[in-house]
């Protein structure tokens, strides 16, 4: 996903007219910058537009420094995206590790592909499990990206 639309590439991307995306406009339900005499919207906005809104961890743990009771790490995994098919099978191994071993209270999961390119995982936590389970992730990557 690109960082910033115009109307004719946001309408592209969706698969309606730009009158529809105009509408949306007009009704407020995107928000969108005019730059130069077009209309752009963020990649955020079209998130919310869809209903995949997303809160950035690395964002949240800095904000929440001063309400935090106890140590916590964060790891930011970038992992390059090979093919759509490896990236699904690979989140999907992980979203199944994770259920199945990792998940519990004062432990986070968050995926987001970043662009076409790139995705990420990151982890929040006990530092234990942030580094066992992301040492899992690394060596999950390493051998997916061995088989290619």
Known sequence: MKEYYTVEELAKELGVTTRTIRNYQKAQTIEGVKVAGQWRFSREAVKMLLGETFTDPLLTFNQQREEKKQGESLLAID??????????????????????????????????????????????????????????IEALIHDNLIQQ
């Open 79 to 136: 992992v390059p995206i090979i093919s759509e098919d490896i990236r699904t099978k690979q989140t999907q191994q992980i979203i199944n590790q994770y259920n199945l071993l990792y998940s519990g209270e004062n432990r986070q999961f968050y995926y987001e592909k970043i662009n076409d390119d790139l995705a990420r995982y990151t982890l929040v936590g006990h530092l234990t499990y942030v580094l066992t389970f992301g040492h899992w």
